[in-house]
Nanobody, 126 residues
Framework: VQLQASGGGLVQAGGYLRLSCAASGRTFSRYAMGWFRQVPGKEREFVAGISVSGDSTKHADSVKGRFTIARDNAKNTVYLQMNSLKPEDTAVYYC????????????????????WGQGTQVTVSS
């Protein structure tokens, strides 16, 4: 599967953005999806994950209540709605995909994901 992330940009603190990740192929509904972010000099950080069915999600404590992951299997797309953005949310955001055996599995570890998008820059100004 190939992943194309989009929707990043420059926004003021308190603002919002919605990231999208479009997947190629006809088997999108077999993949658990995740969003990660990375700043220079630091490891890639888990932001949010969603199961194949979309009925299970997990969000990092740092974004809980502000970010929401969702997916539309008919459009082969996963989204990350980011509200109440803070300067510390500034990073390159990546989407990732992994085939899973169980439809409710959410994958949080970056090393378990097999496919990655190219990343989209999010910059939050204070």
């Amino acid at each position: 599967v190939q992943l194309q992330a989009s929707g990043g940009g420059l926004v003021q603190a308190g603002g919002y953005l919605r990231l999208s990740c479009a997947a190629s192929g006809r088997t999108f509904s077999r993949y658990a999806m995740g969003w990660f972010r990375q700043v220079p000099g630091k490891e890639r950080e888990f932001v949010a994950g969603i199961s194949v069915s979309g009925d299970s999600t997990k969000h990092a404590d740092s974004v809980k209540g502000r970010f929401t992951i969702a997916r539309d299997n008919a459009k082969n797309t996963v989204y990350l709605q980011m509200n109440s953005l803070k300067p510390e949310d500034t990073a390159v955001y990546y989407c990732a995909a992994r085939v899973v055996d169980f439809p409710s599995t959410v994958v949080q570890s970056a090393r378990l994901y097999a496919y990655w998008g190219q990343g989209t820059q999010v910059t939050v100004s204070s």
